[in-house]
């Protein structure tokens, strides 16, 4: 079935969602969590939260999970926690557009390796630009610390990960999947950030404030990821979220004061024209979309 210009651009407005989600959220647990819980325990309570909210909205144990599903829903929970740790870990050291940039050579590596069509190229090759215009390629920032980097790193290679597990469960329904997935990337973040997330009892309004990071960087843009996954090849939607590095600079610039240079203004634009391009000339799926 032939989808219109509108489904079409569906997925790309569900990715979309997700990277604002995702940067408003990291945003606020810069600001309000990093200073007492630091990186390890904002994750925990990250992770926790959006597990017991997903939990409680989804109610997964309803529907029986194939062992294989259970499988791979383990190892795509397992990555998403061991993602959230590390690159929370590089934003104490690093900036967070940077820190979004060099984790994005993670899905950037999974659009090359699937794609197949000679458009696929155009938009990787406007996102690659976008990329290396934001990365800090011209000396000015050589003391950028080695070891948030190698942590930026790490996380992309679990973000890698991440997407191909994902697409892997997309005949599940997304919000069990999310919901049961969010259980197993708990188990990696709590065990390391338990101590320090106990500020909450300490500090009561760091349950509200983990809450909302929860909801707003968690579980809302994983659900919104889901259904895009769904509906999008590997590659589109590895191009669809080449607009991270420009969303999140904007995102940063109002709620963390991090100023635009003009470099990162043309990064912005080759992002954004790589992802709306993707969204525009992806080839409708081979089968039935899932509901």
């Known amino acids: 079935m032939q989808l219109s210009a509108t489904n079409r651009m569906v997925p790309f407005l569900l990715v979309l969602g997700s990277i604002l989600s995702t940067g408003v959220g990291t945003s ?4 309000f969590l990093f200073p007492l819980i630091g990186a390890t325990g ?8 959006s597990a017991l909210v997903l939990l409680a909205l989804w109610r997964p144990w309803r529907m029986p999970i194939a062992r294989r599903d259970l499988m791979f ?6 990555t998403l926690g061991t993602m959230n740790l590390f690159f929370y870990l590089s934003l104490q050291t690093i900036p967070f557009g940077l820190a979004v940039a060099i984790e994005f050579i993670g899905p ?8 197949r069509q000679l458009t696929d190229f155009i938009w990787i090759m406007l996102a690659v630009i976008g990329i290396l215009l934001i990365l800090p390629l011209q000396g000015n920032q050589s003391g950028l610390d080695l070891t948030g980097v190698l942590f930026a790193l790490t ?14 469960l997309s005949h599940l329904h997304s919000g069990h999947t999310v919901a049961i997935g969010l ?28 809450l909302i990071v929860a909801l707003v960087s968690s579980s809302l843009p994983m659900s919104l990821e889901m259904a895009a996954l769904k509906r999008l090849p590997h590659k589109t939607f590895g191009i ?8 999140v600079a904007i ?21 954004i024209t790589a992802g709306i391009g993707s969204a525009i000339t992806a080839r409708p799926p081979t089968v039935p979309l899932v509901t």
């Open 155 to 168: 996380a992309a290679c679990c973000w890698a990960l991440y997407i191909i597990f994902g697409k892997a």
């Open 108 to 115: 950037l590596t999974v659009t090359v390796l699937y794609s």
């Open 28 to 31: 606020l647990a810069k600001s």
């Open 240 to 247: 669809l979220v080449s607009m991270e590095p420009a969303v």
């Open 251 to 271: 995102v940063a610039f109002f709620m963390l004061s991090e100023n635009l240079t003009l470099m990162q203004v043309m990064a912005i634009a080759c992002s």
């Open 183 to 210: 259980v197993f990337a708990s188990m990696v973040t709590l065990p390391v950030g338990i101590i320090d997330a106990g500020a909450i009892f300490t500090h009561p309004y760091l349950s509200i404030v983990g």
């Open 73 to 78: 829903i383990a190892l795509y929970g397992v």
């Open 42 to 49: 904002t994750t925990a309570l990250r992770t926790g939260f």
